[in-house]
């Protein structure tokens, strides 16, 4: 009894698999592919009408009161009997009765899949706008996150200037810089895409050079951050700013590997690599001088309590 069962679910699950098989088929062949389909089974079926007549089995031409016997007759009622369309002036007669049946039922069909086909087409279209739109909306907030976070570092700069960036707002810092993070991740995640399909896009060179040159300035801007408050003696060095600031360079050099994913001119693409590698190297002598200072303070304290 339970194997009846199982080997019933196991049938229907084939049939379920089989019929999405069958849509999916019907869903990648073009519109042109659909149409020649129609029209070759309209003319097959009217040289079966032309090749197979006899005295019982036979296509009648009402107006005339005799057989249609020519080729183009023969196609001409293929024709109006896929399309329903039904004149009535050529009627079939015998075997030809069943095989008009069989020709409604598979003109219905493909008239119905040339239907669907040409509703797809337009959603299609409409999508595509869509996920277009959202794609270029994307890349405008990355860019705009990018800008916040140069107008965040310029804006600590300026306090720090003043004397209104207060001690305790130093460990914060890293709030200011987290974003950064995020921001590419996600541009990562945009550039390292390399199929386009009906939901996701490829960037285009246009928009990844100016993803990758807003990112190559806010590492810049980062860099002149760290030099500022380097000269002011600000102690920004914490362990949770630092892991940020290490996190967002491994990011960096993982997203500037990617550049084989983007189809950058080798020229634009040197450029880029090269701004980006100097910016990297002034975060990373910042960081470096900003160790030194703290382990030549530590010897004066040192020296001082000795």
Not at 238 to 257: D, S, V, W
């Amino acid at each position: 009894m339970n194997g009846g069962r199982a080997k019933g679910r196991n049938n229907a699950s084939k049939s379920r698999v089989k019929g999405i098989g069958i849509i999916n088929w019907l869903d990648k062949m073009t519109f042109t592919n659909i149409l020649i389909t129609w029209i070759s089974t309209i003319v097959v079926f009217g040289v079966i009408y032309f090749l197979f007549a006899d005295s019982v089995n036979y296509l009648y031409y009402n107006p005339k009161r005799m057989p249609a016997t020519g080729l183009l007759d023969a196609i001409y009622f293929s024709f109006v009997t896929a399309t329903t369309t039904g004149f009535g002036d050529i009627v079939p007669f015998g075997m030809f009765k069943w095989m008009a049946v069989i020709e409604v039922l598979s003109g219905l069909m493909l008239l119905a899949v040339v239907t669907s086909k040409l509703v797809s087409i337009k959603q299609n279209v409409i999508l595509d706008e869509i996920y277009e739109m959202s794609f270029k909306d994307k890349i405008s907030s990355l860019r705009s996150s990018l800008l916040a976070f140069r107008q965040n570092m310029s804006r600590i700069m300026s306090r720090i200037e003043e004397g209104t960036f207060r001690k305790r707002e130093v460990g914060d810092i890293q709030i200011y810089i987290s974003p950064l993070e995020d921001t590419m991740n996600d541009i990562i995640a945009l550039t390292s895409k390399h199929e386009e399909n009906r939901v996701t896009k490829i960037i285009d060179p246009v928009n990844a050079e100016l993803l990758f040159g807003s990112v190559i300035s806010s590492f810049e801007k980062l860099g002149e951050a760290l030099w500022f408050m380097n000269q002011k003696r600000v102690e920004w060095k914490r362990e949770a700013t630092l892991n940020i600031i290490n996190r967002c360079m491994e990011l960096n050099e993982k997203m500037f590997g990617s550049f084989a994913s983007v189809s950058l001119l080798r020229k634009k693409a040197e450029s880029l690599r090269s701004k980006n590698g100097k910016a990297v190297e002034l975060i990373k002598g910042e960081i470096e001088n900003a160790h030194a200072r703290s382990a030549q303070s530590l010897r004066k304290y040192m020296k001082v309590h000795a």
